[in-house]
């Protein structure tokens, strides 16, 4: 007996089993912005050598990816390579983000995931040091440098403004001698770091560095900032302005003043005064 055309086609529906997706959902949690962490999505039901092609939707789409670009993935039973997708997620911004991870199969077959997650703000970042907590702060850091002799000096004042991490430097540099003196200045984008550790007494510290531009002038050209190259630090600090216990995101303001360069014997005194009001954002 002949099987009609229509039952023919459901007799093949029959066969072609609807695909699966392990897990159906899944919270990647909460991840540091630009930061990224990834979960792979096995999907079953799809036949021997055949493929299926998946696609992210939803609100915050953009925040995931299918890692190496792989939205089409090919089973072969044979060698054990299974269906399977790699997705990171990836916040650009703060807040929740949401979005649906859609498979489909060769012969339409249809299933999805939910996918959630949140951006927060990153504990500390591989910035100018290993772990920078600047990206926390704003304020103000500052340093004079003062370096005098007999017949000449040399005096440097710095302001760097702090933005979320971001440095604005202005300063000069004047170098007086017998003959007059000559102004430099340090205009410009600066490098900040800020650390926190535990210092050989085992006791919680931290440390600002700040680095800004060379000072220059028509005849020596500024060179962008550097860490070593004209920058400052408070050093290794123990408590807070308001005594507060030192930790990551504590409120850092002080000072710090020591000689430098000082030459008793060529009536030579140095001083170098550093200060720091810098706030949680």
């Known amino acids: 007996m002949r099987m009609s055309r229509s039952a023919a086609a459901l007799a093949v529906g ?37 493929s299926a092609l998946a696609i992210l939707t939803g609100p915050d789409a953009t925040q995931w990816i299918i890692q190496d670009g792989a939205e089409r993935c090919w089973v072969n039973l044979q060698d054990s390579i299974p269906c399977s997708f790699n997705l990171s997620f990836w916040p650009k911004s703060l807040g929740p983000k949401t979005a649906t991870l859609v498979v489909r199969d060769y012969h339409g077959n249809r299933v999805t995931a939910q996918l959630k997650g949140k951006g927060v703000q990153a504990l500390c970042e591989m910035k100018v040091v290993f772990c920078n907590y600047a990206h926390l702060y704003s304020g103000v850091f500052k340093w004079d440098d003062v370096l005098r002799a007999p017949k000449a000096s040399t005096v440097i004042a710095v302001e760097a403004k702090v933005d979320s991490g971001r440095v604005s430097c202005n300063g000069t540099e004047t170098l007086t001698d017998e003959g007059g003196s000559r102004v430099l200045t340090s205009n410009g984008n600066g490098l900040i770091a800020v650390e926190f550790k535990v210092d050989d007494t085992m006791r919680q510290v931290y440390n600002i560095t700040v680095a800004c531009p060379s000072p220059g002038d028509a005849d020596t050209p500024s060179q962008r900032a550097e860490l070593g190259h004209f920058d400052q630090q408070s050093y290794d600090q123990r408590t807070t302005a308001a005594g507060v216990p030192v930790a990551p995101g504590v409120d850092v303001i002080g000072d710090n003043s020591y000689e430098s360069g000082t030459d008793p014997v060529n009536n030579v005194t140095g001083r170098v005064t550093v200060t720091w009001n810098l706030k949680r954002q």
Do not use: E, Q
């Not at 096995?42 to 021997?48: I, K």
């Open 14 to 50: 029959f066969l072609v089993a609807s695909i699966t997706i392990t897990p159906a959902s899944h919270d990647f949690g909460d991840v540091a912005v630009n930061a990224s962490v990834a979960k792979d999505f096995l999907v079953g039901g799809v036949a021997n050598r055949d």
